[in-house]
Every structure is written in structure tokens, then in C-alpha cells.
């Protein structure tokens, strides 16, 4: 059975603000996130979402204003691997896996470079994330470049959650996904937050969001226009003009 959620942040955004040059990728940016929630976030192209991973993360950058902290503690000074070590790891858009390992292997390599593991307690834990995200059998032992592309997503995920995190960010999981196949990302997603790891999920698939989020955050520009209930927040009319536009928000 999960844990009670935990009124306490645990990974809390505050005040972010990320220039580069004259532009203004984020804006004063402000949200929280508490053990064991499902945080989801949604914007048009352009609005500033892997730019906030990116911060979080400092994959590739530090916010340029503002802070992060982790279960209280500033993590936005620290370097890309102590942040992860700390507790956050995240996903990317684009295929990160070693192309020609297994997918045994590619799991191994994460947990002995996110955790401080010997061999043997590496080996355990990249077969407990395997069996987390049900990529088993043959499938192990495949080529990461042979996978289909659920496969590659579980993979991804797989080796995320070998670290150990507290807070997992996914940046878009379900692109190029099929109607089932989101389905069955919908309960990967709910089967990692069952091991009591909090998620903090970009996406376009707004179906998706609104399945699994328990907070919604929109994202415009750069800035915060909406956050709260994700029924509450689809309804919001600025949110409604930043997909559609202002004229077809009206029609």
C-alpha cells in the first residue's frame, strides 16, 4: 500500500527564472511537489518545459534566479550527478540508451553510475527495475536498437528508476506511442509512483495528463498561467487561448 502523501514539499521550484542572452526561457516559475504525488505539466512548443527539467536537473544549465530544494535542501548550486544522486533523475525526449547494449546492460550502467553500489548490488537493482517496468525474458538481452519503441520507453524508464530516486521527471514518454500503448504507459507510470517515487510529467497527450495527475500546471511563454485540480485547469480560458488562440478560444 503506498505511503500517505506527505503534506511537507519534497522537491519545491521556487522563483526560477532562466535567460539566455535578452531571452527569457522561464519566467519567476513557482510549484511544489510532495512525496508521492503525480505533478503534471502541460504548455504549447515553445513554453519553457525541458528548459525547466534543465534547471531542475542542471542538465545542461542552473536556473539563473531562484532556487531548488530537495526535501528542503538547496540542490540548484550542486553538479549534474550529485543532483541525481541526491534524488532527482529524469527522462529525456530523445533515445538515450547505448545503442548497442543490452537492455540488461544499459540498466547496470545507469545503477552504477547513479548509485554508489558494488557489482553485485548494481546487477540486483538493474533486475528489480526490469521487473518494475515488466521488460523481461528475451528482452533483456536484446539490443537496445532492436527494442520496439515501448520497449524503449520502458527501458528509459527502467533506467531512471535504478537510481533510486525520490523525484523522477519525464519529459514527454508517450511521443510516438500508439493509442494502447499509452494505456499501458499510463500504468507504468502509476506502478513507479506505487514504489512511492513522486513524478513530474511533461506531455502533450492531455489525456494522459488528465488520467494520472493529481496537480496540473500550464506553462506559457515561459510563466506559470494555471495551476491546480487538472479538470479545473483544462477549463481555464487562458490556458484554452494558449492552445487555440485567442478568436478560435471565442468560436
Known sequence: MLEAKNSEPLLEVRNVTRRFGALIALDNV????????IFGIAGPNG????????????????????EVLLAGDPIHRMKPHQISRAGVLRTFQKDAEFATLSAGE??????????QMTSAEAKH??????????????????AASDLSVFERKQLMIASAIVGRPKVLLLDEPAAGL??????????????????????????????????????LMILNHGAVIASGKPQDVVRNREVIEAYLGKREARL
Not at 534547471?55 to 539563473?64: A, K, Q
Not at 537493482?125 to 528482452?139: H, K, M, P, T, Y
Not at 513522486?198 to 493529481?214: K, W
Open 106 to 115: 544499459n540498466v547496470y550502467a545507469s545503477a552504477v553510475y547513479c548509485g
Open 125 to 142: 537493482a538493474a533486475e528489480q527495475a526490469l521487473d518494475d517496468v515488466s521488460l523481461a525474458g528475451e528482452r533483456r538481452t536484446k
Open 47 to 66: 513554453s519553457g518545459k525541458s528548459t525547466l527539467f534543465n534547471v531542475i536537473t542542471g542538465i545542461p544549465f542552473p536556473p539563473s534566479e531562484g
Open 178 to 215: 500508439t493509442k494502447p500503448e499509452i494505456s499501458g504507459l499510463s500504468d507504468l507510470i502509476r506502478t513507479v509512483n506505487g514504489r512511492g517515487i513522486a513524478v513530474v510529467l511533461i506531455e502533450h497527450v492531455l489525456p494522459l495528463l488528465l488520467e494520472v495527475s493529481e496537480h
Open 30 to 37: 513557482s510549484f511544489s511537489v510532495r512525496k508521492g504525488e
